[in-house]
C-alpha cells in the first residue's frame, strides 16, 4: 500500500474512508484521486490521497472536514494537509497516564521507527502532533462536558465530604522558558496562577508572617512556613500544592511559586470549603491550624474554615511530639475513620514520575498534560479489622492484667495529659528543674552560712518535695503503658466509624450515580422535544450528535449503577443494605445510617 514511482508505474493509495451512497442505479460509481494528504497513524506515516467520487448520473462528492472526523481522523490543521488517527492520540494518552514518565519526543521516535519497517518514508513533526492530540483532548472534554461528566469529583464524597488531604509535590518543578499562550486546561484542574497570586498577595498583606521554619519537637519541617520569598533559580514553578480527597480522587491543584507556605493549602480550603469538608488533613497541621486562626481574625470572610476540624496525618504525627499527636493525630479524631490524611503520597508517586519530561516543558503544555494525567488518574480508581483490633485491645488488656473500666480511665488520662506536659522532654524539664533547684540550694546555704542562724533563709514551700510525690505522667501507672492502651482504643473506634462512613459514602454514590442519570434523560427528552436552551447555538446535526452522546452516556451511567449494586450487597450483605430502585430499598439503606446520624 505505497505510492510507486518508476517509469513505468504511478499507484496512488487512497485514505480508508467511508464513501457516500447513490441512489441511482445507472451504472458504479468512479474513484479517482484527489488531495494528497500525509496520514500519521500507529504504523507511522503515509502518503495518502482523498478519493474523489463522481456517479453516471452526474453527481460527485469530495472529502470534507467533517467526513474525516466521522472517520475516525483528526485534522492537523484547517485546510488538512496532515491527517492523526484517533487510534494514535488514544494510544498516546494511554501511555501518558500508564507511563506518565514517557517523552512525547520518545514516542515520535517510536513511530519514525515503524514508517521506516513498513517500507514508507517522511518525518513526524513532534511539535505538530502533540498540538492536534491537546486540541483532539480538549475537544474530548467538552463532548464529556456536555455528557455531565465530572472530571474532579467523587462521587461518594458528594455533596458532603468527610476529609480532604493536602500536600505540596516539590518534584513537579518547570525550569523557566520563553512565555506563551495559556493552555486549554488553565484553571481546570491547575488554579490560574494569577489567582492564586493574588490571594497571597492578600493574605500577607493583611497581617504580619514568621518567615522562619516550622518547628514540632525535635523535628524542623521545612513546609511548615507561613512565608517565603521566590527561588532565585533558574526554576519558574517549584512545584504543585494537591488536593485529595480519602477516596484519592484529584479534586484540586496549584503551582508553587514560593515553595510550600501555607497560603497555598489556605487557598485551596477556601476553594473546597462549599463541598462540606469535615476534615482537613495536612502534615504539619499543628502548624497550619493556629496559623489559620490569625489570619481568620485579620480576614473574618475566612470564618467558615474554622468549620473544618483539623487533621494531623497519621504517619507524620509519629514524628511529632507526643503532645501534638494526641491532640491533632487523625487516629485521635472523633469521627474520622480509617481515614489517613496521607491520600495525596498516593497521587504523587503517580505524578512525579511525570517530572522527568514536564520540568521541560512549555507551561501551557505542561498545565494540559497535568491535567490530563489528573483526570487519567480519577478514571481509573472493610470491616473486618474491626474484629482484628478489638482482639488486639483484648490481648494487651490481659497482658498488663486491668479491666474495662482500668481501660477507660487510662484513655482519659491520655486525653488529659495533653493539656499537661509532653513527655518526649520530660527528661530535660526533670533535668533543667533539678539543675535549678540545686542551685538555690546551694545560695540558700551560702547565705545562711553568712548571716548566721538566726536569719536563716527557708526554702520556700513550693520547692519543698513530699516523700510520696509523683509527677503528671508517672500518675496512675506508667504513661507509656496507657498510651498503648489508648492508641489501640482509638483504632478500635475509628474502625467501628468507619463501618458507618463507607454505608454512608456507598448511599452517596449510589444517589450521585442516580441523579446522574435522572439528568442526562431531562436533558436529552429536551433535546428530543427540540427545547435547545443551553445548546441553541448547536446546528440540528450538532443536537443529533449531542442526544447520541447523550444516550450512551446514560448506558454507560445504567452499567456502572448495576455494577456498583452487585458490589455492594456482595461486600456488605444483603441484610445491611439494599440499592434497589424501589422505595423500599431507600428505606433499608436509610435505616442502616440511623445509627450515625453525626458522622
Keep these: 500500500m505505497r505510492e510507486e514511482n518508476s517509469p513505468t508505474m504511478k499507484k496512488s493509495v487512497f485514505l480508508p474512508i467511508t464513501l457516500p451512497h447513490c441512489d441511482c442505479s445507472t451504472g458504479q460509481t468512479s474513484v479517482s484521486p484527489g488531495k494528497q494528504v500525509i496520514l500519521i497513524g500507529m504504523n507511522g506515516h503515509y502518503n495518502l490521497s482523498l478519493p474523489c467520487v463522481s456517479s453516471p448520473c452526474g ?39 500508564t507511563a506518565p514518565g514517557m517523552s512525547r519526543q520518545a514516542f515520535v521516535s517510536m513511530l519514525d521507527h515503524r514508517t ?17 492530540f491537546l486540541e483532539w483532548i480538549y475537544a474530548k472534554f467538552e463532548v464529556e462536558r456536555l455528557s455531565q461528566v465530572q472530571h474532579f469529583q467523587c462521587p461518594a464524597c458528594t455533596p458532603s465530604m468527610l476529609a480532604v488531604a493536602v500536600d505540596g509535590n516539590r518534584k513537579l518543578y518547570r525550569f523557566k522558558s520563553q512565555p506563551g499562550p495559556d493552555g486549554f486546561f488553565d484553571g481546570v484542574f491547575l488554579a490560574k496562577d494569577a489567582e492564586v497570586s493574588s490571594f497571597v498577595d492578600y493574605i500577607h498583606g493583611t497581617n504580619k508572617h514568621n518567615p522562619a521554619k516550622g518547628t514540632c519537637g525535635t523535628g524542623q519541617w521545612v513546609a511548615a512556613q ?25 479534586l484540586k491543584g496549584l503551582n508553587m511559586f514560593r515553595g510550600e507556605i501555607f497560603t497555598y493549602p489556605l487557598y485551596l480550603q477556601k476553594q473546597l470549603a462549599s463541598q462540606n469538608v469535615k476534615f482537613f488533613c495536612s502534615d504539619v497541621v499543628c502548624k497550619y491550624w493556629p496559623y489559620l486562626e490569625k489570619v481568620v481574625r485579620f480576614c473574618p470572610e475566612l470564618q467558615d474554615l474554622l468549620n473544618m476540624r483539623s487533621f494531623l496525618s497519621i504517619m507524620h504525627a509519629k514524628a511529632h511530639s507526643w503532645m501534638c499527636e494526641l491532640k491533632w493525630g487523625g487516629r485521635n479524631q472523633e469521627g474520622a475513620g480509617t481515614t489517613i490524611g496521607k491520600e495525596v503520597e498516593q497521587v504523587n508517586s503517580f505524578l512525579s514520575r511525570a517530572a522527568i519530561c514536564s520540568k521541560f516543558m512549555a507551561k501551557a503544555v505542561r498545565t494540559d498534560m497535568h491535567t490530563i494525567q489528573a483526570s487519567g488518574w480519577n478514571k481509573q480508581k472493610d470491616t473486618s479489622r474491626i474484629a482484628e483490633a478489638s482482639k488486639d485491645l483484648q490481648k494487651l488488656t490481659t497482658e498488663l492484667s486491668i479491666h474495662e473500666d482500668t481501660v477507660q480511665q487510662w484513655v482519659f488520662d491520655v486525653q488529659q495529659w495533653t493539656t499537661g506536659v509532653g513527655s518526649k522532654r520530660r527528661h530535660q524539664l526533670r533535668k533543667k528543674i533539678a539543675a535549678e533547684k540545686k542551685a538555690l540550694d546551694d545560695a540558700i546555704a551560702e547565705y545562711n552560712n553568712v548571716v548566721g542562724d538566726a536569719d536563716k533563709l527557708p526554702l520556700p514551700d513550693e520547692l519543698l518535695v513530699e516523700d510520696n510525690f509523683s509527677w503528671p505522667w508517672e500518675c ?51 433535546l428530543s422535544e427540540g427545547i435547545t436552551g443551553s445548546t441553541e447555538a448547536l446546528t440540528e446535526s450538532g443536537r443529533e450528535g449531542l442526544l447520541c452522546v447523550l444516550k450512551r452516556r446514560l448506558c454507560k451511567v445504567q452499567a456502572q449503577q448495576t455494577a456498583a449494586c452487585t458490589t455492594y450487597r456482595r461486600i456488605l450483605g444483603q441484610h445491611m443494605v439494599s440499592l434497589d430502585d424501589s422505595s423500599s430499598g431507600e428505606e433499608h439503606l436509610d435505616s442502616s445510617l440511623s445509627t450515625d446520624e453525626d458522622l
Design 59 to 97: 453527481k460527485s462528492w469530495s472529502v470534507d472536514m467533517g467526513d474525516l472526523v466521522d472517520s475516525g481522523y483528526w485534522p492537523a490543521t484547517a485546510n488538512f494537509d496532515t491527517l492523526y488517527t484517533v487510534d494514535l492520540f488514544s494510544t498516546y494518552e494511554d501511555l501518558k497516564i
Design 476 to 526: 496512675h501507672g506508667d504513661m507509656i503503658q496507657k498510651k498503648k492502651v489508648y492508641d489501640k482504643v482509638m483504632l478500635l473506634n475509628r474502625l467501628e466509624e468507619e463501618a458507618l462512613i463507607v454505608v454512608r459514602e456507598i448511599k452517596q454514590h449510589w444517589e450521585y450515580m442516580r441523579s446522574m442519570a435522572v439528568m442526562i434523560e431531562a436533558h436529552s427528552s429536551q
Design 226 to 250: 507561613e512565608s517565603a520569598s521566590k527561588s532565585a533559580s533558574k526554576l519558574d514553578e517549584e512545584g504543585v500544592e494537591v488536593a485529595v480527597c480519602r477516596h484519592v480522587v484529584l
Design 116 to 132: 521506516k519497517v513498513f517500507g514508507w518514508s517522511g518525518q513526524i513533526c513532534g511539535d505538530t502532533m502533540q498540538k492536534s
